[in-house]
């Protein structure tokens, strides 16, 4: 299992420090082999084991690292991280739906969405055709919002199932590959839009000429039942995020020149604060592309100014690239990252920018979310895997 993690995070299109993984992955290894004593654990030799059948793990669990006491308080001592399924190829966009009592995911490579029932533990098909959808969000209606790389666009499922696009280009042009979302109070859906999607494996390429298309070898075409829908799609327009107004009006409200291969997304409690993750360079981009830091801005009606780097990810002098993020009610961050061995996982980050813990995880984390009846079980998507852990906090948001 471990060598198709490491393979698995080695491919990752979030960025990869391969030649620094070995290194340090190494250092822990060694270190946990010196302390015999400690139970198994992502760093220790031989591994800890996950899912069924497993060896239970003592309390508290070893992989939940405290780094600043104001973490304490939202751990349950007598709770541990689970595996909870591992059928996926890459799993993104977690989101809970409160009417319906589940949380849907995307598993973007497979081009499946998956509801995971909270009554039974079940996972099953949503929609077996989901135009690769990537992230999702329930807005303060209820209603889920769908953003598909295939089609290059966002969709919301009306009560009634009727499916309306909410947005697929802006100023004439198409979207790139629209990737996380947070929902506002007022009706608006703030968005990032990378090129994450602009590949065979999680949308579709540019048609001939295009970045990710330059000598038009790939035909986007093929295999597709809706072809008049991504016919003669190229990139156009740079990473920005955008907001969609209630109305529907599409405004440009951060530009890939401030906040490059922009990602993960989410407000503070309070709707005053908006973090954007900049990742890795994502497919097709021209110059160095994304800086692996969380930018923060303050938000001014429909607008953001003061853009700073809220932290620069790196986390006990390791480079810990960040993806998609939570707020919790406290407004403290839950950021799911990638990193060597021992640092994959999520990091936890207080509004005043200091890293409280860390959750080690065996793969990286693409996304999560606070999901169950009390908004308090932490659900990770970690590659072809679910993690979940119970948690003393909720999420401030819905989804």
């Not at 839950?334 to 409280?356: N, Q, T």
């Not at 970690?382 to 989804?399: F, K, W």
């Amino acid at each position: 299992m471990q060598k198709t993690v490491s393979s698995r995070y080695t491919l990752s299109r979030r960025g990869i420090m391969g030649l620094t993984a070995s290194a340090v992955a190494t250092r822990f290894i060694s270190s946990a082999s010196a302390a015999s004593p400690q139970p198994p654990s992502v760093v220790s030799v031989p591994p800890r084991e996950w899912g069924p059948g497993s060896p239970p793990v003592m309390y508290p669990d070893p992989d939940i690292i405290v780094l600043d006491d104001r973490f304490k308080p939202y751990l349950l001592g007598i709770t541990q991280l689970r595996r909870v399924w591992d059928k996926g190829l890459w799993l993104e966009g977690p989101a809970w739906s409160e009417q319906g009592n589940y949380l849907v995911f995307s598993d973007v490579h497979a081009n499946r969405q998956y509801r995971y029932l909270w009554e039974t533990g079940a996972v099953t098909v949503l929609n077996g055709d989901s135009g690769n959808s990537n992230g999702n969000a329930f807005d303060f209606e209820g209603r889920q919002i769908i953003q598909q790389d295939l089609y290059r666009r966002i969709i919301r499922r009306e009560h009634n199932g009727v499916y309306r696009v909410l947005a697929d280009s802006f100023d004439g042009k198409p979207l790139n590959s629209p990737n996380d979302m947070a929902v506002h109070p007022d009706g608006s859906v703030w968005f990032t839009d990378p090129t994450y999607g602009d590949t065979l494996s999680e949308g579709h390429p540019d048609a001939a000429g295009g970045p990710t298309n330059p000598g038009g070898r790939l035909n986007p075409l093929i295999g597709q039942d809706q072809p008049t829908l991504i016919a003669n799609q190229k990139r156009e327009l740079p990473s920005n995020c955008y907001r969609i107004d209630k109305s529907g009006r599409i405004d440009l409200v951060i530009s890939g020149a401030d906040v490059p291969d922009p990602n993960g997304i989410a407000f503070s409690p309070d709707y005053r604060t908006l973090y954007v993750a900049s990742t890795t360079k994502g497919p097709g981009t021209d110059g160095p592309g994304g800086q692996s830091v969380i930018y923060a801005f303050d938000v001014e009606g429909t607008k953001v100014t003061h853009r700073r780097v809220f932290h620069d990810m790196v986390i006990e002098g390791v480079k810990c690239p960040p993806d998609g993020f939570k707020v919790d009610v406290d407004g403290n961050l839950w950021c799911g990252v990638s990193g060597p061995l021992g640092y994959r996982g999520v990091v936890v980050i207080s509004p005043d920018a200091k890293v409280l813990g860390r959750i080690r995880l065996p793969q990286l984390c693409a996304n999560l979310t606070f999901a169950g009846p009390k908004r308090n079980m932490l659900m990770m998507m970690c590659g072809q895997s679910i993690y979940t852990l119970q948690v003393q906090t909720q999420g401030a948001a819905p989804s």
